[in-house]
């Protein structure tokens, strides 16, 4: 059983930076690709970014591209995401995710395990 906690979320005004940062439980972290998602108040979960398993690859929606920036390290079985340039649409609850596959994937179907989620507020 594979255990993702997110954690570095927050209160920011807009133009701000958080990081986010996504820990997970097991020995299988360094095998899949791993995602970040997220969900506003009245909307439905949408996609954010997707890295591989090895961390050469990743998307993003092309709401957050050229802000955000995920990575991972495999030797501290984290993931993480950069968000730069902040919006006020960018408040949600963010959510990380291990995927079934070693490359990156941009349906929720697709993946495996999730955390609880991590609340982001941007003020304007």
């Known amino acids: 059983q594979v255990q993702l906690v997110e954690s570095g979320g927050g209160l920011v005004q807009a133009g701000g930076s958080l990081r986010l940062s996504c820990a997970a439980s097991g020995h299988t972290f360094g095998s899949y690709a791993m995602g970040w998602f997220r969900q506003a108040p009245g909307k439905e979960r949408e996609f954010v970014s997707t890295?591989?398993?090895?961390?050469?690859?990743?998307d993003y929606a092309a709401s957050v591209k050229g802000r955000f920036t995920i990575s991972r390290d495999n030797a501290k079985n984290t993931v993480y995401l950069q968000m730069n340039s902040l919006l006020p649409e960018d408040t949600a609850v963010y959510y990380c995710a291990m995927a079934g596959y070693r490359y990156p994937v941009v349906k929720q179907f697709d993946y495996t395990y999730w955390g609880q989620g991590t609340q982001v507020t941007v003020s304007s």
């Open positions: 890295i591989s398993w090895t961390g050469g690859s990743t």
